[in-house]
């Protein structure tokens, strides 16, 4: 109830940039640092949000001062839009690494991404960063966040449904069916637009979506909860097909989300899987 309450109140606020920096390579760069340092799961999403949220939060403060810039360059004042841009530029992989060591230390029972660590790598990138502007970066990630960093991921939902499932009486093979979600988790990140440009056609039943029905479709790419249960389903579908129709109605009487959604999604999943070509 706690992650339906906090999933509906995130997608009722939802920025307009949502999403905007959870494009592959971004996400690719976090998965592999993470592997790198050797940090569990949970931590590799919690970077991902971490960093879609400051960034949300950069780009709006960007939008507002250069409202303000036009008003100074109007009196004959002011820096100009380019520049405020180009320090995002420069101090993106910088804050990506902040994440990635705000993350890690959430997860307490795994690595924690220490300065040294961060600068060395940093370093091997040609970036002449020093310990004081890394301390520096997370405090501007914190401060950008008013402290709230202990976000929700979509690995949180999958986990407590599984749990729910097995409460329910739901005989699936438990380590199993965890370790394939966690790579249709995976695989869904970063391939997301692709699956849910998908998920829209078939949803709309529309192969050209106008620029309203995309704009709509942003709480449904952004809902935590629809992700989990479509991973699970997917996860079901591929290791124990019998047992499919069973775990979907579980899930439709656990979350509210219909039968028919949830197929959808597995859909578009299991359509980027095997390709595009296959029937």
């Known amino acids: ?32 640092l993470s592997e790198k340092w050797h940090l569990d799961e949970s931590a590799r999403y919690q970077a991902v949000e971490l960093l879609e949220r400051f960034m949300i ?8 001062t250069s409202g303000e ?13 380019s520049a405020l841009k180009d320090q995002i530029y420069d101090t993106f992989v910088l804050r990506l690494v902040s994440c990635i060591q705000l993350a890690s230390k959430l997860s307490v029972h795994y690595n924690i991404v220490n300065s040294d660590t961060a600068l060395k790598f940093l370093q091997s990138l040609k970036y002449s ?16 966040l008013h402290f709230q960093i202990n976000v929700s991921t979509p690995l949180a939902y999958v986990e ?43 949803t709309i039943e529309n192969s050209t979506p106008s620029k309203l029905q995309v704009a709509k479709f942003l709480t449904v790419k952004e809902d935590f ?24 109605e579980h899930l439709n009487c656990i979350t509210g989300i219909t039968s028919q959604s949830i197929l959808e999604f597995s859909y578009a ?5 095997v390709g595009s070509t296959t029937p």
Request: charged share 20%; hydrophobic share 40%.
């Open 1 to 32: 109830i706690h992650l339906a309450t906090e999933n509906e109140q995130y997608l009722s606020s939802l920025s307009e940039q949502a999403g905007c920096f959870k494009e592959t390579r971004t996400v690719e760069f976090i998965f592999l």
């Open 225 to 248: 909860m629809l992700l989990a249960v479509g991973i699970i389903s997917t996860g079901v579908f591929i290791l124990n097909p019998g047992h499919w129709k069973q775990v979907v």
């Open 57 to 64: 939060k950069q780009v709006e403060q960007i939008c507002k």
């Open 69 to 81: 810039n036009v008003r100074s360059r109007e009196q004959g004042q002011g820096s100009s839009w």
């Open 269 to 273: 999943v299991l359509k980027h899987i």
């Open 160 to 202: 407590l449904l599984l749990e729910v499932l097995g409460h329910n009486g739901c005989l699936l093979p438990a380590k199993p069916l965890h370790q394939m979600c966690m790579q249709l988790l995976d695989f869904s990140y970063l391939r997301r637009d692709s699956i849910y440009d998908t998920l829209l056609k078939i």
């Open 129 to 144: 960063y020093t310990k004081q502007e890394l301390l520096e970066s997370e405090l501007a990630v914190l401060k950008s």
